[in-house]
């Protein structure tokens, strides 16, 4: 018997295969991306079903390098409410604001934007909501998060972007950006309040201005249940594919993996909190603290950044070199001749920073030279997968922050790395979650970045990968989590008693079972 209202044959088709159909026909990536919105609203469980199945194609539409694009044009794209909007307006009743949202008591995971620094697209204002959407969605596919356990929040505390100011289809509020004391009081009074309105949530910070980055995580980490992705997610997951790099490099070479050398281009907020994460790789080989800064050189749109630099920012002070003191260093090819790094880490956002002589530099001063362009979108990233190969005959260790194709090079065909932080905060946040941890620690990150580095499968090893295959990523974030749990009962910050009890091989198949997937019901979390 037909559905009523359905067409009579409708159920004997497969509406998936349709739904793919229909967004495969779409040639326009920003339309893809209107249309499985669209989607979602229409069938979540479809939704996220096509997700699961297709995870290499649906992706880059949900996230970068798409929704940068999303994200620049949401305000012309807007077509229904989607997430929490917390306006500068809303301060002295910010808690009655979140208190609208439903199912407070069930929310879990909060991913939270000001819209400051959208990945390299700079102040966005309310126009940064679809990254906390975009973010959510992968905590969903990649760690089975239950979708109405998720919230995604923009803060919406003005821009300083005229031309978002001067449009009239803008969605924000018409204002230029606080001063540091009112965005203190805000940003105070936000998370007291997130507190009591969500009793079990964590929240992930993403995508402030650099300076806020790095002084909120600070302000609230060890009193919150708060995680900044752009600065631990980030560097956790480039520490996992450097590990694995590395140890390739050094396969390569013959030198110990204690001597390699790291120079960074960019020192933002993800530059510089990848370059603390990587400290851990030293200390894991036997450094001091001390000797591991000591590998560790970073460059900004100045030059090499040196302790002597007049007006240097704050978080540029950790890094800054005490043992130069030549000229100032201003040429990127110049500093590797330097520094003679065995890796070159890229997250400037500048296209085509790392031009032919400097890759044919990196080339030339190691047999197997590390090269991580990692600013996103693609558009933005510092050198491209085909020229890395080409450049480098091929030999190259090659990761990116976003997705690039295979390259055939002559009658070799290599396989890219993407430094996708969806293998670590999805499962970071299921781990948290799931051990009840009342806040994150630096050795929870790094324990999910050594969980990813090893998960690798023989087949990944043999075809020299640093990183696993994505449509593994559940396997992955159960593995990422698990380690997560054992380092948050070690430091005793759990408050799951209940998982202490458990052999890991049992734990990692509660993490499993945990899991959401459509048309099932959901598991407690």
Request: aromatic content about 10%; overall charge neutral.
């Amino acid at each position: 018997m037909a559905i009523p209202r359905f067409p009579p044959y409708f159920a004997t088709s497969d509406h998936r295969e349709r739904c793919l159909e229909q967004l495969r026909s779409k040639s326009a990536p920003l339309e893809k991306y209107i249309y499985l919105n669209g989607l979602k609203e229409r069938d979540p469980n479809l939704f996220y079903d096509l997700l699961l199945q297709n995870m290499k194609e649906i992706i880059p539409l949900l996230y970068t390098p798409t929704v940068g694009e999303a994200c620049v044009n949401y305000s012309h794209i807007w077509r229904r409410p989607e997430g929490l909007y917390v306006s500068i307006e809303d301060k002295g009743r910010i808690r009655d604001v979140l208190s609208t949202w439903p199912n407070t008591i069930d929310s879990r995971i909060a991913v939270v934007t000001d819209g400051s620094r959208i990945l390299g697209l700079g102040d966005l204002g309310a126009n940064g909501l679809p990254i906390s959407i975009g973010k959510l969605d992968l905590y969903i596919a990649g760690a089975g998060i239950k979708p109405s356990s998720t919230v995604p929040i923009c803060l919406d505390l003005g821009t300083n972007t005229q031309r978002y100011l001067d449009d009239p289809l803008y969605i924000g509020i018409r204002r230029r950006r606080p001063d540091p004391e009112e965005m203190d009081e805000f940003m105070d009074e936000f998370i007291e309040a997130m507190k009591d309105v969500f009793p079990s949530l964590m929240v992930q910070f993403e995508d402030f201005s650099t300076d806020n980055a790095f002084k909120y995580l600070d302000r609230y980490r060890y009193k919150y249940r708060v995680f900044n992705d752009d600065i631990q997610g980030t560097g956790s997951v480039i520490l996992s594919g450097f590990i694995n790099a590395a140890n390739l490099s050094s396969a390569a070479s013959g030198k110990p993996l204690a001597d390699h050398r790291i120079l960074f281009f960019g020192a933002g907020s993800a530059g510089i909190g990848v370059a603390k994460q990587l400290l851990s790789f030293f200390t894991m080989q036997g450094l001091s603290p001390e000797e591991a800064r000591a590998r560790i050189w970073t460059v900004d749109s100045k030059g090499l950044i040196t302790a002597d630099r007049k007006g240097l920012q704050e978080h540029k002070k950790f890094f800054a070199r005490t043992d130069y003191e030549g000229p100032a260093l201003t040429n990127l090819v110049d500093i590797i001749n330097y520094v003679k790094p065995t890796a070159l880490l890229g997250l400037s956002t500048l296209k085509n920073a790392f031009s032919e002589m400097v890759v044919k530099v990196m080339a030339a001063i190691n047999e197997r030279p590390i090269i991580f362009p990692l600013s996103n979108p693609v558009h933005l990233s510092e050198v491209d997968y085909q020229d890395a190969i080409e450049w480098t005959n091929g030999k190259v260790i090659f990761a990116s922050g976003s997705p690039y194709f295979s390259v055939t090079y002559k009658d070799v065909t290599y396989e890219p790395g993407q430094g996708n932080n969806m293998y670590i905060f999805p499962g970071l946040g299921l781990g948290a979650i799931l051990s009840k941890a009342r806040h994150v620690s630096d050795a929870m990150v790094e324990q999910a970045s050594i969980a990813l580095a090893s998960s690798l499968t023989d087949e990944e090893k043999a075809a020299q990968l640093v990183y696993p295959r994505l449509n593994r990523i559940r396997d992955i974030s159960a593995r990422v989590a698990s380690a997560v749990i054992r380092q948050a009962q070690k430091e005793g910050l759990d408050a799951n008693n209940y998982l202490r009890t458990l052999p890991d091989d049992v734990l990692l198949s509660l993490i499993h079972d945990k899991m959401w997937r459509p048309h099932e019901a959901a598991p407690r979390l």
